[in-house]
Structure formats: structure tokens, C-alpha cells
């Protein structure tokens, strides 16, 4: 198969969706890799790494489009890219469709063909190609949530770990999935006293089993909220209940239970934040404070550690990718029930329940259209 990387162009966007260690795979499958010139560079991956690995380099975002049967990228296409995707064009990055009527008017108007990384799913419903993300977050908190509790960033003052004979900051971590275990991991391991609360209690088991002994695990309710939030230096937001926003479990008015220079980071903003008082902000300017409690709330916490988030996705989307390319996506989507529901919208079609009743668009069922692909290639 002829597969395009192009570069990202989204604003802050410096990840890309294969590094030479993946065009290296590809290419051992006998298929021909096409990388934009400097599509790397803003991840640490030269032009000359891509060549030796085996990838043709073309100077421009025109000609990626122009060449390849799929496209692979890390963000959804911007509104410049919409004319240069071809109708059949596999393109396999994430979309968030649900989140922009534009976008998926776009994609049915061009006839691609789109598999959306976050929609992905395995069996046990957990989503593959998001938990990287989520991992690359949950270790982020913990070292921007130290940094802010410094003083000359309006945080405490106060050392995550302490030292011999000074007590160690007090960690709050709202949520014990993915986000809130590797916060909790990083912050055990600098040596602060932290917290977990989930309302799982299967979940609270699981992570009071492998945790060290720094970390208590608390059930969330808003009473043990209330109480921890009085002596918590950093307080960490990571909860999720799928397809809704996020409960607000810490509230404006607990924010005066709070002693002055804590620090919130709540790595939820992205589903409107745990936190009452969370706004989103940005990599240039992350902070602000209310009631002298510093909020960190950056809805794109990868975005600023592009080497690890680009080569913890790709870890993850490769393997997709190469069933792609080695069977074609009718193939490999009939083969692989994880893949197929990364279908979005196919040939004009939306395939993809969410995204239909985001819109009030006309669902086609998925099958009926491998089915009949299977028929025509028969
Ligand atoms: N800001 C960013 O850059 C960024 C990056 C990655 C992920 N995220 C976001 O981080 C959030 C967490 O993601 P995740 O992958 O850890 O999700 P996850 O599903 O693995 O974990 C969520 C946890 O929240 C728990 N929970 C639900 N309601 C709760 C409540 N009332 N109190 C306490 N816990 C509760 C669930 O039981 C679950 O264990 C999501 O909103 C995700 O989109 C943000």
C-alpha cells in the first residue's frame, strides 16, 4: 500500500504519526512510505532518520494527499487539508467528529474513508489508542503540579517529597483510571503522601494491591472530599464517566477550605473539568488563580512533551496500521471487531452512532457496507 505522513498543521500540534522505527516496519512489509519534509522535526525526528529508514521525503503537503492510499496523521484534518483528501482515501488519525459538525460534513463531502484512533475499542471497552495519552497526562500532573507549587509560581512552596525530617506534600487524586494510577504512581515515587478516590470500590482494591505504601486509596464521595481538600497540597482531577462531562466534585466554595498556594491540576478539562472553577488554558499560558489557589488546566497535556507522546501513540496505532496496509481497511476491519469500530464515516456514509445522533444524521450500518465491499472484491 502507498501510505502519506503528513505534517501536522494544527496550531501547537508537534507530534507525527510515525516515527522512522515505524516506517521501517512498513517497509519490511513491502509497502512505500511517503513523509513530508520536516514532518518529524517538531518531535526530534530528522528528515535523514525517516530517509535511512527506508521513506521517501516530498516537499509538500500537496503531494502526500496527492500519492497516498492512506493517510496518517495524529490530529483531524484542518480546514486547508478538506480539498486535498480523495474520495476513497483512507485516513487514520483522531477525528473527535462529535465535536465538530464541520468536520464530518467535510469527510462525508470528500467520500474518505476515516478511522478514528479514539474510536477504536477493545472488547473490554477500554480504547487503545487513547490510554497512551492519558498515560503521557497522568505522569505530566504530577511534574507541572510540583513546579507550580514552587513559590515564585504563586504555588506553597512546598517539595513534593520533603526532606529527612520535613513532612512530604499531600497528593489528592480525584479518579483511579488510567490518568489518576500514573499520577499516583509518579508522585509515590518523588515521596509524597497521596490519596486516591474513586468511586469503583473494585477499582480502590485493585489500586490499594499494587500501590506503594505511600498511597491511600479513599472512596469519592463529597464529604471525604470536602475533608481532604482542607489539607492537600496538589489536588489532581481525573475522572471520566464516558459520553458525559464531568461531574464538578470539587466546588467553588471548597476552594476557601483550601490553604493558600495549592495547587489544582485538572486533567478532565478536556470533558469540562472536575473542578467548578476550571477553565481551559494553554501551554503558553497554563495558570491562573482564584481565591490564591493556583488552576492548571490544559486540555492538551501531551502537546508539551511531543518525543513522548509521539512515540507512546505511535507505539499503539502501528500495529492498526500495519493491519491496514497489509489487508486493506475492508479486509481488516471484517477481521478486527476493535478496528471496525474505529469506522466514523465511510464513502459519504456515517457509520458511527454517536456521531449520527451528534448531528441528527442518517446512521448506515457498518456491516451491510463490508458486506457489500466484500461482494464487489469477490
Ligand atoms: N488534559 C489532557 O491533556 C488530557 C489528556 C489525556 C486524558 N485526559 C482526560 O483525563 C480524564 C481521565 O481519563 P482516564 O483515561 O484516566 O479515564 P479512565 O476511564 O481510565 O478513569 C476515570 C476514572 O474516574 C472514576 N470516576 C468516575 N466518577 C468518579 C467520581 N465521582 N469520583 C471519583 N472517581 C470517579 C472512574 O471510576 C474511573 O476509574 C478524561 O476526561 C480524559 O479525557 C485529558
Redesign the pocket.
Known amino acids: 500500500m502507498v501510505i502519506g505522513v503528513p505534517k501536522e498543521i494544527k496550531n501547537n500540534e508537534n507530534r507525527v504519526a510515525l516515527t522512522p522505527a515505524g516506517v521501517s516496519e512498513l517497509r519490511k512489509f513491502g509497502h512505500t512510505v511517503y513523509v513530508q519534509v520536516n514532518a518529524g522535526s517538531g518531535s526530534g525526528f530528522e528528515d535523514g532518520e525517516y530517509i535511512e529508514a527506508g521513506a521517501v521525503m516530498l516537499p509538500t503537503i500537496e503531494e502526500v494527499y496527492g500519492i497516498a492510499e492512506m493517510i496518517i496523521k495524529v490530529k483531524e484534518p484542518i480546514e486547508s487539508e478538506y480539498e486535498l483528501i480523495k474520495e476513497g482515501q483512507l485516513l487514520f488519525t483522531y477525528f473527535h467528529f462529535a465535536s465538530s459538525q464541520d468536520l464530518t460534513e467535510a469527510m462525508i463531502r470528500r467520500k474518505a474513508v476515516c478511522l478514528a484512533y479514539e474510536t477504536v475499542e477493545k472488547t473490554d471497552r477500554s480504547l487503545p489508542l487513547?490510554?497512551p495519552?492519558?498515560e503521557?497526562?497522568?505522569r505530566m500532573a504530577v511534574q507541572e503540579g510540583a513546579k507550580y507549587l514552587e513559590k515564585p509560581q504563586k504555588g506553597r512552596g512546598i517539595l513534593l517529597g520533603g526532606v529527612p525530617g520535613v513532612k512530604p506534600a499531600h497528593v489528592l487524586i480525584?479518579?483511579?483510571?488510567?490518568?489518576?494510577t500514573q499520577a499516583a504512581k509518579m508522585a509515590a515515587g518523588l515521596g509524597a503522601h497521596v490519596t486516591i478516590?474513586?468511586?469503583?470500590l473494585p477499582?480502590l482494591r485493585y489500586l490499594s494491591d499494587i500501590m506503594p505504601e505511600n498511597v491511600d486509596t479513599l472512596m469519592?464521595n463529597e464529604y471525604n472530599i470536602r475533608e481532604a481538600v482542607k489539607h492537600s497540597d496538589l489536588i489532581i482531577g481525573?475522572?471520566?464517566?464516558?459520553g458525559t462531562k464531568?461531574?464538578h466534585?470539587v466546588t467553588r466554595e471548597m476552594l476557601k477550605l483550601m490553604r493558600p498556594g495549592t495547587v489544582l491540576v485538572d486533567?478532565?478539562?478536556?470533558?469540562g473539568g472536575c473542578i467548578e472553577t476550571c477553565t481551559p488554558t494553554t501551554h503558553e499560558n497554563p495558570t491562573y488563580v482564584i481565591d490564591d489557589v493556583v488552576h492548571y488546566c490544559?486540555?492538551?497535556?501531551?502537546g508539551a512533551v511531543p518525543y513522548t507522546s509521539t512515540v507512546a501513540l505511535t507505539n499503539a496505532t502501528l500495529a492498526y496500521a500495519l493491519q491496514l496496509a497489509n489487508k486493506g481497511w475492508q479486509r481488516a476491519c471484517r477481521e478486527n471487531e476493535e478496528l471496525k469500530r474505529g469506522l466514523n464515516v465511510v464513502d459519504g456514509r456515517v457509520v458511527y452512532q454517536g456521531v449520527a445522533e451528534a448531528f441528527g444524521l442518517e446512521l448506515t450500518n457498518v456491516g451491510d457496507i463490508l458486506r457489500k465491499e466484500e461482494e464487489i472484491n469477490a
Do not use: E, H, K, T
Open positions: 487513547l490510554i495519552m492519558s503521557v497526562a497522568g480525584l479518579g483511579g483510571g488510567i490518568v489518576g478516590m474513586d468511586i469503583s477499582r469519592s481525573a475522572v471520566l464517566i464516558p464531568a461531574p466534585l486533567v478532565a478539562v478536556d470533558q490544559v486540555a492538551n497535556m501531551p
